[in-house]
Structure formats: C-alpha cells, structure tokens
C-alpha cells in the first residue's frame, strides 16, 4: 500500500496533515494546538484552496475513524480470503438467546472448538479490533471471524447454541 501523506507545520496554529489520493485529490486533517480537529478537501485545480472544511469533536473524529478503520479491515480480510484457498471471513450476529450474550468472548473457547479466529467485533458503530478473551459480548454483535468453512459453520452453531 502506497499513500502519500504531507504534513505542513501551521505557526501559531498548529500542524496539518495531507493524504494524497490516487485522483489527485488532496484531503487535510488539521489539528490546532489546543486539541480541536478539521477535516478539510482541497480543489483540485489549486492544491492550497480548501473548498470545504468540516469541523470535528473529539467524539466525531473517533467515530470518523472507526468507520474508516473497519471499512479498511474487512476489505483487508475479504483479500486474504480471495488470496488463500479455503479460508473464509464471515460476519456472524450473536443472536439474543446465545448462551454466551452477556458474557465474554472467552467463554466462548470459540478458537479451540472450532480453529476459527474472532478477528473483531462489530458493536453498532463500535469496531473491537482483536478482541481479547475479557472482551464481552453483547446480544447482536456481529463477530467477524476467519477459518475453514467447517470452522466457521462449526463457530455459527457454537454462538447459536452454546458447547452442548
């Protein structure tokens, strides 16, 4: 992956930070001394005009981030399914009856009994990345896992129906 990023020193306001896109577009983040966030798109034909800036909370620059953050993670998991016979990513829903709602992701042993890996969990607009076993699991997370196809077919019995 080959991205361009600038970054512009702002005296007395504070430092920007350009990505170039393959369109030749140009889209800053600036980000002023006392914490506040703009996001910002340049016009095309002159490269120091923005032609539109988005002031961002640190709420909204978080949520901006996961989103692109996720989106970024699973086209990377898609690729490694496309480059690798016989591994599979899929999104399951921990549905609201599952033995393991409420509880946490180790509970489930899901690596162990099924050799599937539980990559992230998707909580509305909350992306867990690697979740850990003490990660806890809510009914309607949506859990994005990578194995075999038995694997994850054995996963989405698992999540369903418990150990049993």
Known sequence: MSVHIEKVDLPGIG?????????GRRIGVVTHRGGER????????????ASDSVT???????????????????????????????????????PAGSPYAGGVLGDTKARTRTST???????????????TPATPLEAGDTVVAV????GIDKLAQLLTHGAG
């Not at 961002?56 to 690798?84: F, K, N, P, Y």
């Not at 194995?147 to 038995?150: L, N, S």
């Open 15 to 23: 430092s920007r930070h350009d990505v170039l896109t393959a369109s």
């Open 38 to 49: 703009e996001l910002s798109l340049f016009d095309i034909d002159d490269p120091d005009a």
């Open 56 to 94: 961002l909370t640190d709420d909204e620059a978080g949520a901006l981030a996961t989103v692109l953050g996720a989106s970024v993670l699973l086209s990377q998991l898609t690729g490694i399914r496309e480059q690798a016979a016989g591994l599979f990513t899929e999104q399951l829903v921990l």
């Open 117 to 131: 890996s539980i990559v992230a969990i998707v909580r509305g607009a909350e992306i867990i990345p690697s979740p």
């Open 147 to 150: 194995g075999t196809r038995q």
